[in-house]
């Protein structure tokens, strides 16, 4: 398995008579196959909440979507299961799933509904269990809950969340209902480079399920960190200087190793592609090819078993001229309204948040119309009928904010 790196600028030439100039550095990065590499073991923890409020339909369907995960892992795979109401309690310690299946659906099936909820409990567990599968395997995790962390400490959370990513450890937050936390949910997963679901009926938890799990199952590489070494002349943003915007929106951490900026990736997918945009600010250059960058993936292969590898090295370059003539590529541009519309809407909730409801009308307006430029119609709706509803005087209900959460970060498929 190999990294593939593409860059692009926004504006592939620059005005050599301007004493400093904008670029947005667009990197494209997945995990390509080589036709020789072996299938990787998946050890994966379910991370469910059996709280009192599970009561019913909604931890009945949690359970089949549970069965059918398992009924999906390969032999070769491992799983453990942990579950967790006001305490946390390990229900199928980390194993291979060999021809064991069913029983495995007999232990969760077991599980009933009852107390409180101690999400950090469950999530110090399932490190535990998942560090003992953690050789040559992709380690994931899916989070699920229904309600508020009352018995827990929801700074825990991201500490755990933190720990998990240092280890190699990807959290994939599910949030079913209306009352549990988006903000402590969506930090989670961000932390430890996962994705975030909204579960909103229990009908929708086997398929929610298994979008995420048909997405863990492409992962070809593991703990990837993007290097870039910025040539003299050029510097970052100080403020939000690099976020990713696919597939997912996620601000990312910027990190200094000697003369690098490191970016924690996460896990690479070898059919769906990582998008890292970087703003760079550009001093005066002289006429002609310029390099602004180097840029390189520091990753590990569980595959081979080997960690630390690096990709080749792969040059960003732009043609100074003058006179300066526009060179945008819309590839770019597209990358460049997605993390404005994720950007509009954390203004637009924050707004929110302070009691400026028009304020915040109008920026989820704007967002709808970004929504719109990019092609995302579906994201478009949601946002455009969270403004109106503001404008109305009408109150966004719990489902409104999580939709127009999830919107934000993503395209609706």
Known sequence: MKVGLQPALSDANLDASQASSQRQLSLSIVARPTGTEKSIPLNLCLILDHSGSMHGQPLTTVKEAAYRIVESLSP??????????????????????????????????????????????????????????????????????????????????????????????????????????????????????????????????????????????????????????????????????????????????????????????GDLMTDVQRVVLANLYVSQLPVGMQTLAQVQVRYDDPSIGQKGLLSEPVLVETNVITPYQPAINPQVQQHILALAKYRQTQLAEQKLQQGDRLGAATMLQTAAKTALQMGDKGGATVLQTSATRLQDGEELSESDRKKTRIVSKTVLQ
């Open 76 to 265: 070769s795979d491992r799983l453990s299961v942990v579950a967790f109401d006001h305490k946390a309690k390990v229900i199928i310690r980390n194993q291979q799933v060999n021809n064991d299946a069913e029983k495995i659906k007999k232990q969760i099936d077991k599980l009933k509904a009852d107390g409180g909820t101690a999400i950090d409990e469950g999530m110090n567990l399932a490190i535990e269990e998942l560090g003992k599968g953690a050789t040559n395997t992709v380690s994931q995790a899916f989070l699920l809950t229904d309600g508020e962390n009352e018995h827990g400490n929801n700074e825990r959370c991201i500490k755990l969340a933190r720990v998990a990513a240092e280890e190699s450890i990807t959290l994939n937050a599910l949030g079913f209902g209306e009352h549990w936390n988006q903000d402590v949910m969506e930090r989670i997963s961000d932390a430890a480079s996962g994705t975030l679901s909204y579960i909103e009926y229990p009908e929708q938890a086997v398929d929610k399920f298994t979008q995420v799990f048909t997405r863990i199952q492409s992962v070809g590489l593991t703990n990837a960190h993007l290097l870039l070494k910025l040539m003299p002349r050029v510097r970052l943003a100080e403020l939000k200087p690099i976020a990713q915007v696919a597939p997912d929106a996620i601000e990312l951490a910027v990190q200094r190793e000697s003369d690098l900026v490191s970016v924690r990736l």
